[in-house]
């Protein structure tokens, strides 16, 4: 029978000390970046500010992004700041470079640190070489944890932005001669040439985005292609998986769907899944930002 999958309580990424979610309230954030304040929107902040009248801005920021009602937004800065700086993850010994861009990320999602956490436990007690996919790997801060616990690591993203960012991270965290692959390219046709070239890989990373194109304009739906690629991806597993983790940003996937998808892929090896959200520890109250959901399989082989 497949494994059934076992919901967990929201893991929190506690251990960074470059980077704090200061507060939230009226649909906003604060947060610290190293050594700048950034104010961002966040659709889960739903609650008002405490002890501030309802809208009234922050008074301590140097970055301030102003949602537009036509949709997207424009940053506002008090002072010039850098193009971009770096933060550290001390915990794992990485470093990104961060930047403002112009639809209000950073390139960074902090609250991913409890899976770099789990990916670099899982990679180091494996005791073996493991070969590591990551697909809509963005700016690769998991490839980065990946590679630094050991692992050779394949990323891949549509973006050549988002990879030549990924290479500038490795380098960052002294990985620039890791055996890291970076690839532009449409991640499911990628599966499908790799299964065609005979590769395999022991664990696989993706964070499937709702909606996207391809680096050739292909159209990805997250409804009609995310089975499609996973069935791909399974494919590409060697004799001897060793995991395999979904991050998600869409209200389209639930934690449970995420973990019942993962057992129906790999009910015929021994491992156990998992699932839940990520969340960041607000600095003001001591609440926590639900910020996104996982599902991990993991093998007990």
Known sequence: MPP??????????ERWREYQLLDCGDGMKQ???????????????????????????????????HRSEE???????????????????????????????????????PEQAVNWDWIDGAIRGAGRPVNVLNLFGYTGAATCAAAA?????????????????????????????????F????????????????????????????????STGELWRLEDHLWELLQECRTLLSERPLFFLINAYTARLSPTVVGNLL?????????TV?????GLPIQRDGKVLPCGIYGRWESTA
């Open 71 to 109: 949709g997207g937004g424009r940053w506002e800065f008090r002072k010039p700041l850098p193009e971009h700086w770096e933060i550290r993850y001390g915990a794992l010994n990485l470093t990104f470079k961060i930047r403002p861009t112009s639809f209000k990320h950073t390139g960074l999602f």
């Open 4 to 13: 059934s999958a076992q919901r967990l309580p929201l893991l929190v990424a």
């Open 183 to 214: 690839i532009a390219d449409d991640c499911l046709k990628f599966a499908r040439r790799e299964v065609k070239r005979g590769r395999r890989y022991d664990a696989v990373i993706m964070d499937p985005p709702t909606y996207g194109r391809g």
């Open 31 to 65: 947060e610290r970046w190293g050594p700048y304040t950034l104010v961002r929107p966040d659709p889960q902040v739903l609650w008002p500010r405490l002890g501030s009248e309802r809208g009234a801005p922050w008074e301590a920021w140097d970055g301030y992004y």
């Open 149 to 181: 616990a050991g692992a050779s690591v394949c990323h891949v993203d549509a973006s050549e932005g988002m990879v030549k960012w990924c290479r500038e991270n490795a380098a960052l965290s002294g990985l620039a001669e890791a055996p890291i692959r």
């Open 263 to 271: 057992a129906q892929l790999l009910h015929d090896v021994p491992g």
């Open 274 to 278: 998992s699932s839940g959200e990520v």
